[in-house]
């Protein structure tokens, strides 16, 4: 669980959280999301006055389609892990000084929202398996990187495609 017993932090003064998390984590749901392996999460709190500092780093894959031919391609998450959870400020004051909120007394620290969040930063929404993937036929879908498809030679100098779609309208 990504969670920080607040007691603990508040007796020690510094506790390290390692945790791998799976692909299939309730936590994923929503976000669009396909990690291919567990995510490594290293990170170290330490108190600061009445904050938390959250230091670290995250480390994994995930599987991006790539742009022109839809294939998975696999892209590297690794990334330095620092924020800073304040407390006596409520979700919006937080959201604007873009530190996050600490919860009261008692509770644990959760910190799905902060992986969360660094994760979907690392990961680009689109990627490009290759700079010479020559993509999907627009005409009949067929992938051009296994071949000619059914259509023939690709229309590579569309030039008057504006045109001919002008004369259409
Ligand atoms: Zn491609
Ligand atoms: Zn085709």
Redesign the pocket.
């Known amino acids: 669980m990504l969670e920080l017993d607040l007691g603990r932090l508040e007796r020690d003064g510094k506790l390290r959280l390692d945790e791998a998390v799976p692909p299939d984590d309730p936590m994923w749901q929503g976000t669009g999301l396909s990690l291919s392996r567990p995510l490594g999460v290293h990170l170290e709190a330490q108190r600061a006055g009445p904050d938390v500092v959250v230091r670290g780093a995250i480390e994994g894959e995930a599987a991006v389609s790539c742009r022109r031919c839809l294939r998975d391609v696999r892209v590297a998450i690794d990334e330095d892990v620092a924020a800073l959870f304040r407390s006596g400020v409520d979700r919006a004051e937080a959201e604007e000084e873009e530190v996050y909120p600490l919860p009261a007394r008692g509770r644990d620290l959760d910190l799905r929202e902060l992986v969360r969040e660094q994760v979907l930063l690392a990961v680009p929404p689109y990627a490009v398996c290759s700079e010479a993937c020559r993509g999907l ?6 992938n ?1 990187n296994e071949g ?5 030679e ?1 229309d590579v100098d569309d030039r008057w495609g504006p045109l001919r779609k002008l004369k259409l309208d």
Request: aromatic share 0%.
């Open positions: 036929c627009p005409r009949c879908g067929g051009l000619e498809c059914a259509c023939g690709p």
